[in-house]
T-cell receptor
Framework: DAGITQSPRHKVTETGTPVTLRCHQT?????MYWYRQDPGHGLRLIHY???????DKGEVSDGYSVSRSKTEDFLLTLESATSSQTSVYFC??????????FGPGTRLTVL | AQRVTQPEKLLSVFKGAPVELKCNYS??????LFWYVQYSRQRLQLLLR??SRESIKGFTADLNKGETSFHLKKPFAQEEDSAMYYC????????????FGKGTLLTVNP
């Protein structure tokens, strides 16, 4: 697998609490992406980054923020978790011209 | 706006039978199409991209611009092909973002 890890792999939290998910890569790829995967919806892009400190919104960005202070790390924060954010979150990386490589996913449950 | 449609949520075939997973897209420019596969509780991995025209694990897919389709085919399905399959489109000049279809869950029965 491409050098991409996600932490934590599983998390259970309560409504209203902040949650941060981490994506870490060892490939030095420029582009990083956060998706959520839900039954019946496939994968939907939350936010993406095209360089250090360069980020932009995807199609389902409400309630989420991201930060990328160094090439290898891309953080996704749920500012105040809601039950509708219960999902599996995938990070992906890309050098641009090649395909996206996906991380192992984080299963988040918001009670 | 670009869109990817996978009309079948579920597809069930018997081992040895041909399988075709449908993918249609909507995009005004010149698209780049991919098929990703996700085996049970694993990460997504690339199966095919149309520009490479490879055959991976016996699967092939041809881009038909006239019908705006990129259907995935395999002549003889195997049980290990059981997985979720996603079609994805990448448009130019978009920071290489992908738009995914909703996926088709393929089950190959013995």
């Amino acid at each position: 697998d491409a050098g991409i890890t996600q932490s934590p792999r599983h998390k259970v939290t309560e409504t209203g609490t902040p949650v941060t998910l981490r994506c870490h890569q060892t490939e030095n790829h420029r582009y990083m992406y956060w998706y959520r995967q839900d039954p019946g919806h496939g994968l939907r892009l939350i936010h993406y980054s095209y360089g250090v400190k360069d980020t932009d919104k995807g199609e389902v960005s409400d309630g989420y923020s991201v930060s990328r202070s160094k090439t290898e790390d891309f953080l996704l924060t749920l500012e105040s978790a809601t039950s509708s954010q219960t999902s599996v979150y995938f990070c992906a990386i890309s050098a641009g011209f090649n395909e996206q490589f996906f991380g192992p996913g984080t299963r988040l449950t918001v009670l | 706006a670009q869109r990817v449609t996978q009309p079948e949520k579920l597809l069930s075939v018997f081992k040895g039978a041909p399988v075709e997973l449908k993918c249609n897209y909507s995009y005004s420019g010149s698209p780049e199409l991919f098929w990703y596969v996700q085996y049970s509780r694993q990460r997504l991995q690339l199966l095919l991209r149309h520009i490479s025209r490879e055959s991976i694990k016996g699967f092939t897919a041809d881009l038909n611009k006239g019908e705006t389709s990129f259907h995935l085919k395999k002549p003889f399905a195997q049980e290990e092909d059981s997985a979720m399959y996603y079609c994805a489109l990448r448009s130019g000049g978009s920071n290489y973002k992908l738009t995914f279809g909703k996926g088709t869950l393929l089950t190959v029965n013995p």
